[in-house]
């Protein structure tokens, strides 16, 4: 049978069977007891949170906050399962054990491919951006209370709102519009992400595919910079992130356009709210969201949700590297070549862990806000409740006060797991940063 509330059990048996002969559940229900009880659905429900299931108590803004938890859990287990999962990856390919610490993993990199010892290798990226649907902070609050209409309500942005393609794009007075796609004429005054052609010499954040006047990390079959330059490139420069451009920007530009001039056909809107600031936004925040006005209780479900379905882009990547000189030319190339395609696999996974590492950010301070806010908030609904309303809110009420009892349990086992991938991730993009 289901869990039940043991001081309540008597009396509720008793006021069940007295209401049968008036209404009833099954009034030619052959069983009895407990079995009544709960196909009557006034008993707990067999499996909780920590089962995921979040259908607790039948109040439909009480069981939004189990389902939160819920979330959390799923989440939380998804992003460390892909944690482990690329650094599982990284290790095969250096034919390493699932033991192997970043500091191993880093020396195996070096030594496998003939790398200079006192250079080693370094990773540099910009960090992965991730955007929050305003979209699905409106349909959560609305699904928690039925006051908030979908269609009239908005959420505050704290950082940059990407404005949903869907509506006419337009910032409030308070914002600064940035248009985000191809540059007019390619001349990017702002930053590219991509390709920047250079023409004429100039300095490269990223790999440069051309001459480079100074020390370039590495080169290609026919002696051009194919690596990191440290002096003034000319030819194609693969940038690692957003950076300035002195040439031609064949990627992706941000950028801000005159006052009262409107951003390039086909690029993206974005408004970017002033320091401590808001903007309302329609389409992707990647700063803090603050849902529609509502319940509380709703509010701090709908803000969870949110947060716990960021979305990360995995950025690129440059390294800096230079080859043991004391290997011959020929020794050199097999190398590089070797080199370049365990990089193929090195570079995507690594990305991901940065993106993931930025999830894991997100969703561990939504899980904290679960367990604190959360559950306060909750808690006071709940104990709020007039429990004279009937007698299956009266059970839910107690079903919920039970479980919420359970909700620091289920919240630290998946926070540990979590906090430990991501530890173990942080400490690699730490070996390779430094």
């Keep these: 049978m289901g869990k039940l509330i043991d001081y309540r059990v008597a009396g509720l048996l008793f006021a ?11 009034k030619n229900n052959p069983l009895g007891g ?6 009557c659905g006034l008993v707990c429900p067999d499996k909780g949170i920590a089962e995921g299931n979040a259908s607790i108590s039948g109040i439909p803004n009480v069981d939004a906050f189990f389902g939160s938890v819920v979330n959390f859990n799923a989440k939380a287990s998804l992003i460390s399962g892909n944690i482990d999962a690329e650094l599982a990856k990284i290790r095969a390919s250096l034919m390493l054990p699932d033991t192997a610490t970043a500091a191993d993993i880093k020396a195996a990199v070096v030594a496998n491919f003939h790398l200079d010892a006192k250079a080693g290798i370094k990773v540099v990226y910009k960090p992965a951006q991730c955007a929050v649907s305003a979209k699905a902070t409106i349909e959560a609050t609305a699904k ?7 269609a009239t309500a908005t959420v505050e942005c704290s950082g940059s709102c990407e404005a949903d393609a869907s509506v006419k794009a337009s910032c409030d007075a308070s914002a600064t519009v940035k248009c985000v796609g191809t540059a007019p004429m390619l001349k990017c005054d702002g930053e590219c992400q991509g390709t920047c052609q250079l023409d004429t010499a100039a300095s490269c954040s990223g790999t440069c595919n051309g ?13 051009n910079c194919a690596g990191s330059c440290d002096g003034m490139c000319t030819g194609n420069c693969q940038l690692a992130a957003s950076a300035t451009c002195g040439g031609s920007c064949k990627g992706q530009c941000t950028y801000t356009p005159p006052k009262g001039v ?7 809107v974005k408004c970017e709210a002033s320091a401590k600031g808001s903007v309302m936004c329609n389409g992707k925040c990647d700063g803090e969201v603050t849902p529609p006005m509502a319940s509380a209780e709703c ?10 379905n960021v979305e990360c882009t995995p950025p690129s990547l440059d390294l800096a590297y230079q080859f043991d000189a004391k290997l011959s030319a020929t020794a050199q190339a097999d190398a590089q ?6 990089l193929v696999g090195f570079k995507a996974s690594f990305s991901n862990i940065l993106a993931e590492l930025a999830k894991s950010d997100v969703v561990l301070k939504a899980g904290a806000d679960i367990g604190g806010k959360g559950v306060d908030a909750v808690t006071g609904v709940v104990m709020g409740i007039d429990v004279k309303a009937s007698l299956k809110v009266d059970v839910g009420v107690g079903c919920a006060l039970t479980e919420l009892g359970n909700v620091g349990t289920a919240l630290k086992k998946s926070t540990d797991s979590l906090t430990a991938s991501a530890s173990a991730a942080g400490e690699l993009t730490t070996t390779f940063t430094g």
Excluded: H, R, W, Y
């Design 16 to 26: 069940v069977v007295g209401a049968f002969s008036t209404q009833g559940c099954d």
């Design 34 to 39: 407990d079995e009544l009880l709960k196909q």
């Design 144 to 150: 928690c209370d039925a006051t908030v209409k979908p």
């Design 211 to 223: 001459t480079c006047k100074g020390n370039c990390s590495a080169t290609d079959a026919m002696g």
């Design 262 to 268: 409107m951003c390039e056909a086909g690029a993206t």
């Design 299 to 308: 509010q701090a479900s709908a803000k969870a949700d949110a947060s716990i």
């Design 337 to 342: 070549a070797n080199f370049e395609a365990f």
